[in-house]
């Protein structure tokens, strides 16, 4: 088997979700998150696309129902003993092979969470779902029970992010000396891709972000290329993968020499990056996080060029995002503790002068300090 971790972790894993079921009075747990199946046994594939679950029972026994596509990949790349295959034709309706195979493992009338929040369960999949369980047995939202969990990083994790994290610096090494004028958007992009695979990593969840002049706004990759001008700005926000593990980075370079609001809005993206980092530890939330990024970046009078976010948990992810559920967002009461590996960005766009700033990175906390997991500093990128 393929597996990134050895038994020992796979099996406390398990340990700590059947404890939190029993938390939560689950007799099972449906998981349609690709992350959360290979967190859980190593599963590692893209068929999520389709129709699959891994079914886990609250002793620990799982079943995955998939397509035969994905029979080989499972029992090559994960721990899963029992495998059972929905077969594919037309009009066919997998949730009722589901709710036989549920009926099978003495489920019916018992508790059951269901991983709603995922792009493994498709709006058209979970009508389906509910209209078979809707009588079976008492259907609850878990959507987060595994996401918490994958919250805190184990030491074997973390050696995958560190590694993740040094290939988004070589990504960036490799990338800086094309950034100039002339340059071609498309070179720049392959450098930075380039970087991550040569270097045994893997593809990212989403797409690496590229744009310059106006497009130097956006935070979402686009289809199309340019070359620089020999006045310019240039957004790019990748992320080294390893064994799925992503650890991102966020940079906006200027070629020619930088306008007044470029100096102004890096600083107000600095002074702010670095007052999150006095509050990302222990005893403080992500909802704290969130509210040192506005004070400062509002206190500027910036407020309206700012998002309403300012970065996110980030791990083992499959497409089509790298984003964990647990952002920093208003409000936000989840804890921060220690070994979480934690993206944080300051993204200013100015649309009136068409201005852009970005400045992120992946941080891992510890029971005091958090430490920068990139060898690059925050300073001004300029070509």
């Not at 993740?164 to 958007?185: F, T, V």
């Not at 958090?370 to 925050?378: C, N």
Request: hydrophobic share 40%; net charge negative; glycine share 6%.
């Amino acid at each position: 088997m393929a597996l990134h971790f050895d038994s020992e972790e796979y099996a406390n894993r398990l340990q700590r979700l059947t404890a939190r079921m029993r938390e939560d009075k689950l007799d099972a747990i449906l998981l349609f998150a690709q992350e959360s199946m290979y967190w859980l046994t190593g599963y590692d594939t893209f068929g999520y696309c389709f129709f699959q679950t891994l079914v886990v029972k609250a002793d620990g026994s799982m079943v995955l129902l998939t397509r035969s596509a994905d029979l080989r990949q499972a029992r090559h790349t994960s721990n899963i003993e029992k495998i059972e295959i929905w077969v594919d034709r037309v009009n066919a309706d997998p949730t009722m092979d589901l709710k036989n195979l549920l009926s099978d493992l003495d489920l019916l009338g018992c508790r059951i969470g269901i991983e709603y929040d995922t792009h493994g369960l498709t709006g058209r999949n979970t009508r389906l779902l509910d209209n078979q369980l809707q009588s079976f047995g008492e259907i609850v939202d878990a959507s987060s029970t595994v996401s918490r969990l994958r919250l805190i990083k184990s030491p074997a994790e973390i050696a995958y992010v560190e590694r993740a994290a040094a290939l988004s610096d070589d990504a960036l090494d490799a990338a800086r000396p094309l950034i100039a004028a002339g340059a071609d958007e498309a070179a720049i992009l392959a450098a930075l891709q380039n970087a991550v695979l040569a270097g045994g990593g893997d593809y990212a969840a989403n797409e690496f972000v590229i744009g310059s002049g106006a497009d130097a706004l956006l935070c979402r990759s686009k289809s199309g290329r340019r070359r620089l001008d020999a006045q310019d700005q240039l957004t790019l926000e990748w992320s080294g993968v390893s064994a799925r593990y992503h650890a991102p980075m966020m940079r906006t370079a200027i070629v020619g020499e930088p306008t007044s609001r470029h100096r102004e809005l890096y600083s107000a993206c600095r002074e702010a990056l670095q007052a999150m980092e006095m509050v990302l530890r222990p005893g403080n939330t992500f909802g704290t996080v969130f509210e040192t990024f506005t004070r400062l970046i509002d206190e500027r009078g910036l407020a309206r060029h700012r998002l309403n976010t300012c970065g996110y948990s980030v791990g083992a992810r499959f497409a089509p995002s790298w984003m964990d559920h647990q952002a920093f967002l208003l409000g936000n009461p989840q804890e921060i503790e220690p070994n979480m590996s934690l993206f944080v960005h300051t993204l200013l766009f100015d649309s009136d002068t068409g201005t852009a700033m970005t400045l992120g990175q992946t941080y891992l906390t510890t029971t005091d300090t958090p430490k920068a997991l990139s060898r690059y500093g925050l300073d001004f990128i300029e070509a």
